[in-house]
């Protein structure tokens, strides 16, 4: 069965920077497109980013353009969010999800939080 | 950026119940391209329906969606124990995908 993981979250503070990873199993990962997707505390659900399965195209919000990278390794079945300057409104849950028919499986979440 | 509304923002209801939740968008939704999502506490989301109709793998048949264009709608037709939780619509027919703010089924 589809298995998402991500990893790699924790305490930032503002300016800092962070790289979270999703790890996946249970499909062929390099023939999809996958996105990250994150949520402030009590707060809907934000689409981050996406990245097609080759790599060959990736998008951002315009929340976080300029300031996260998007990145995967087909041949490690891997996920990455490079997240730089991060600021206080980045605080959220990071979820990584496939992209099949809209957003199919998600990870259970990693939470950022960034504070001094 | 097409905005999603979605109404009312909290449902009471008692389990049997039918439920009819609502999405609008600011502008048409290509394809049908909207997607309903369920979401429990300390969960991540989701995928019940895609293609404004097509229920996800797995997802029972009292789940149903519905509408074109600005309106949607999902409804759960009876109501059972689990089903109380945060439903989200999002639409994926244009860049940036975008997500409704939600709709909250409790329990009345």
């Known amino acids: 069965q589809v298995q998402l993981v991500e990893s790699g979250g924790g305490l930032v503070k503002p300016g800092g920077s962070l790289r979270l990873s999703c790890a996946a199993s249970g499909f062929t990962f390099s023939d999809y497109y996958m996105s990250w997707i994150r949520q402030a505390p009590g707060k809907g659900l934000e689409w981050v980013s996406y990245?097609?399965?080759?790599?060959?195209?990736?998008n951002y919000a315009d929340s976080v353009k300029g300031r996260f990278t998007i990145s995967r390794d087909n041949a490690k079945n891997s996920l990455y969010l490079q997240m730089n300057s991060l600021r206080a409104e980045d605080t959220a849950v990071y979820y990584c999800a496939q992209r099949g028919a809209a957003e199919d499986y998600w990870g259970q979440g990693t939470l950022v939080t960034v504070s001094s | 950026e097409i905005v999603l509304t979605q109404s009312p923002g909290t449902l009471s209801l008692s389990p049997g119940e039918r439920a009819t939740l609502s999405c609008r968008a600011s502008?048409?939704?290509?394809?049908?391209?909207l997607a309903w999502y369920q979401q429990k506490p300390g969960q991540a989301p989701r995928l019940l329906i895609y293609?404004?109709?097509s229920r996800a793998t797995g997802i029972p048949d009292r789940f149903s969606g519905s509408g074109s264009g600005t309106d949607f709608t999902l409804t759960i037709s009876r109501l059972e124990p689990e089903d109380f939780a945060v439903y989200y619509c999002q639409q994926y027919g244009s860049s940036p995908r975008t997500f409704g703010p939600g709709t909250k089924v409790d329990i009345k």
């Open positions: 990245i097609s399965s080759s790599s060959s195209y990736t």
């Open positions: 293609g404004a109709s």
């Open positions: 502008q048409s939704v290509s394809s049908s391209y």
